[in-house]
């Protein structure tokens, strides 16, 4: 009787099994919601309000939360890092307070005092970060610090709000970039697409991107890898102080004044937007172009109320706490599959 001996290539090639080939990864599962919920509330404002969809309607949820998209972005990354950073609404502030008073006090060019706030936002940002890095402090705490600390220093310039009338920079918040038809987006706009595009490839395509990604998913791991953990752990923080004076100059030119209670609880929207964008709070996993659809939603959610008319605002709060305790949800759905042995 004769053996006819299999191949040695036999178990390389076999296909693989529909269950293998066809498993999506838990890891994309947030996002996917975040997309489908989006589409879903688009459809139904659609269908219930008359002029709902349009152009302009979905651009302005764009030009109403650049600032909040600006903000977010840095937020991701600190939250990719497994870090939190509470400072940026407090900062915003403190941008726009800096900026109305050099431009319409001091009489100071907007093409020098922004520069300079961008830089104060970057040092603030640097300090935390170098703080938590070096003396192993949490998160939580030193930017706490931040946030009393930026808002104190609001009122330190003026417990008053500070108008700005400088015609060159009223001229630059009412730009527009023309796209078609009668649609248009603001320069706040075109800055914050241009710095999501940015993050992305910072990301994705980025030494510094792949380090956060490792730290944020096992900090261990990444200083065995000899990757930069301390680096990282500051860069991020950076990155998050200069996104938050760069918000606040967006918001300066949105809302052409200075004052120290702007941007109150935006460190919340930034972290509700980034938590329902699909990025863990535990860190390592997560996209910026979930961020920006996070964001999104928080502002349909808004456009949607406004149509409807006859929901008071706090409607928006209400639909977003029910939103994160779902996405939380599904975050520990994530966790749990990803925990399990194969």
Request: proline fraction near 4%; include cysteine.
């Amino acid at each position: 009787m004769s053996v006819v001996p299999t191949p040695l290539n036999a178990t390389s090639t076999a296909a693989p099994t529909p269950t293998t080939a066809t498993r999506m990864n838990p890891k994309f599962l947030p996002l996917i919601a975040t997309l489908s919920l989006f589409v879903a509330m688009a459809s139904l404002g659609s269908v219930l309000y008359t002029g709902f969809f349009s152009a302009q309607v979905f651009l302005n949820l764009l030009i109403d939360n650049a600032f909040l998209i600006i903000v977010a972005v840095g937020m991701t990354f600190v939250i990719l890092s497994g870090g939190i950073d509470l400072s940026v609404g407090s900062v915003v502030a403190l941008s726009t307070m800096v900026l109305a008073t050099l431009v319409e006090h001091r009489g100071w060019s907007p093409a020098v005092a922004i520069p300079l706030v961008l830089l104060m936002g970057t040092a603030f940002g640097a300090f935390m970060g170098f703080l938590i890095q070096r003396y192993r402090l949490q998160p939580f705490i030193v930017t706490l610090a931040g946030m009393f600390l930026a808002r104190g220093l609001c009122y330190l310039i003026s417990i008053d709000s500070i108008s700005i009338t400088n015609e060159s920079f009223s001229e630059l918040s009412q730009w527009r970039l023309p796209l078609w038809e009668d649609a248009s987006l603001s320069l706040g706009a075109v800055i914050a697409i241009a710095v999501l595009l940015a993050a992305v490839f910072i990301a994705h395509h980025t030494p510094f991107g792949r380090a956060v990604y490792a730290v944020g998913g096992n900090e261990h791991s990444a200083v065995l890898m000899g990757l930069p953990v301390r680096r990282t752990l500051v860069g991020v923080y950076t990155l998050s102080g200069f996104c938050s004076a760069l918000a606040g100059v967006v918001f300066t030119f949105y809302m052409l004044s200075g004052y120290g209670l702007h941007a109150v609880g935006m460190e919340l929207d930034a972290i509700a937007a980034v938590v329902i964008g699909g990025t863990l709070l535990t860190g390592g996993v997560g996209y910026v172009a979930g961020t920006l659809f996070g964001v999104l939603m928080l502002g349909i959610i808004q456009t949607l109320i406004a149509f409807d008319g006859t929901l008071s605002s706090w409607w928006t709060r209400i639909v977003v706490g029910i939103l994160l305790f779902v996405f939380c949800l599904l975050q520990r759905l994530l966790t749990h599959r990803t925990s399990r042995p194969s």
